[in-house]
């Protein structure tokens, strides 16, 4: 399996919007860490770019990259190859060049600029990220056939967990907040890897006051070392599920 | 060698394969012929393992193909259309397929890879070739590692008159050290001489499956293609299955 996840990644380090996307996150992370000279201002303005950004290209990414090889795996598919083979190599290609990508682009500015606790943070963040969105980006295309319907989906389930998520919480908190909505609130956040990952990094942050009751609940629930492996725990679980699910649609696949 | 027995697929309300039965055995250069849509490309790719069939057996060499994706190691296969990773060289694709194939071979075979002259290539990535020369490393992929079976999906098509001779040659050549070749071609003049057999597939059923000798004989014709073209119309007409 190791020999093509090797070759995937040299296939994809390779193509220019993984060059892109570095040279980006590189350019965007130099900019806000000499922007303001205070080194959590950069950090929390990276935070909120690495949120946005790293979702999106993953997926996209993901997506498009899935339905490009879709000969090559049919080729791979008819070799004595186990399918299981053939797509966690898939994944795990993605997921390294990609993630290479973000240590590049985010890992090294960081580590010269911020190298604290809360960068580290970050870090870990926005891999778990790459992780996270590559293993639903490949669940979407393994299900659907059709490569518009598949990067549609992508987009939708981007839409989703970037805006419309935040806008439910808050909806349902307008509505409902007369009731003792603090552990639902945390429970609502974990079914968004997004959220999950800002509050993260955030409860590093020591601005956790600036989120109200709420902000305070949370680091209550969450800022302790306990909390924290429980997130880190539940960001594993929304890449793990996933990429389970794909796994075992993908064997009975018809290519 | 390859057995199917009953094989079922259906697509939605369409029926690709509906229980197909055939076997071939070493030796044979079969050629698959059908309509568009008549479960020609259903049937390689169930024996392939690309498509899971929802009824009957496929087996090879009494092992069941559809359990054991290890029997895949005694076939080379050729699709229809050869697309590889966009930034691959043609020589790591080389070099990956050899590392993918380690240990299921005795022995390889690069007679196409001189042939076509693929050293010339190896540092070219793989979204600047054409089709033909994309064909053309598709074949040579196909007959690097020896196997026993080889699936050739429209072998010939985009391939220029040359190179299209020396896979033609290559065809002849496994078949004399008894290999069996499964063809699909819309090219028939093409393949005359290299078919032992005819197999004619409509709407996931098995019309007939001769040997092309006899096939001509009965037809008075000389040209597979002509013996094609009538059968198929006469196929198409609409009258009580004989």
């Known amino acids: 399996m190791l020999r093509i996840v090797k070759y995937v990644v040299q296939d994809i380090v390779r193509s220019r919007i993984v060059i892109a996307y570095t040279a980006f996150l590189l350019a965007a992370a130099i900019g806000l860490f000499n922007l303001g000279g205070d080194i959590s201002k950069g950090l929390i303005g990276l935070l909120s770019l690495v949120l946005f950004v790293v979702p999106l290209v993953s997926l996209i990414f993901g997506t498009i990259h899935f339905y490009n090889s879709y000969e090559f795996i049919e080729l791979l598919a008819a070799q004595p190859l186990k399918r299981r083979t053939i797509l966690l190599a898939e994944f795990l290609g993605v997921s390294i060049a990609l993630g290479a990508a973000f240590l590049l682009g985010i890992g090294v500015p960081v580590a010269l600029f911020a190298a604290n606790n809360t960068g580290f943070t970050l870090i870990a963040t926005g891999l778990g990220l790459t992780l996270v969105f590559i293993a639903l980006a490949f669940l979407g295309a393994v299900i659907t056939r059709d490569k518009a319907r598949g990067i549609g989906m992508a987009m939708l389930l981007w839409f989703y967990f970037a805006i419309l998520h935040g806008g439910l919480m808050l909806f349902v908190m307008f509505y409902f907040g007369d009731y003792p909505l603090e552990k639902a609130t945390v429970g609502m956040i974990a079914l968004n890897p997004i959220d999950l990952g800002r509050v993260i990094v955030l409860l590093q942050m020591d601005v956790s006051a600036l989120m109200g009751y709420t902000g305070a609940m949370m680091k209550d629930l969450l800022g302790t070392a306990l909390g924290i492996t429980c997130g880190a725990g539940v960001m594993a679980l929304w890449a793990a599920a996933p990429l389970a699910i794909s796994l075992w649609r993908f064997q009975r696949k018809d290519l | ?242």
């Open chain 2, 1 to 242: 060698m390859i057995t199917a027995s009953h094989l079922t697929k259906s697509f939605g309300r369409l029926k690709a394969l509906d229980d197909f039965s055939v076997s071939m055995a070493r030796g044979q250069s079969v050629l698959l012929i059908g309509p568009n849509g008549s479960g020609k490309t259903t049937f390689i790719k169930c024996l392939l393992g690309l498509v899971i069939p929802e009824k009957g057996e496929l087996t090879l060499d009494g092992g069941s193909l559809l359990e054991k994706p290890d029997l895949r190691r005694m076939i080379g296969y050729m699709p229809q259309i050869g697309r590889f990773p966009d930034h691959l060289k043609v020589g790591q694709i080389i070099e990956m397929m050899r590392g993918i194939r380690r240990g299921s071979h005795e022995r390889t075979d690069e007679d196409l890879i001189e042939a076509f002259e693929i050293g010339k290539l190896a540092h070219k990535p793989a979204r600047t070739l054409s089709g033909g020369m994309r064909q053309k490393l598709s074949a040579c992929l196909a007959f690097l590692f020896d196997p026993d079976i080889f699936i050739l999906d429209e072998p010939t098509a985009g391939l220029d008159p040359v190179a299209a001779e020396i896979l033609k040659e290559k065809v002849r050549a496994v078949r004399e050290r008894n290999k069996l070749v499964l063809l699909t071609s819309h090219i028939l003049s093409d393949l005359d001489d290299i078919t032992s057999d005819v197999m004619h597939l409509i709407e996931g059923r098995l019309q007939f499956y001769r040997p092309i000798a006899g096939l001509m004989e009965e037809h008075g014709e000389t040209k597979l293609s002509r013996v094609v073209a009538r059968i198929m119309r006469e196929s198409a007409t609409p009258k009580t299955p004989c």
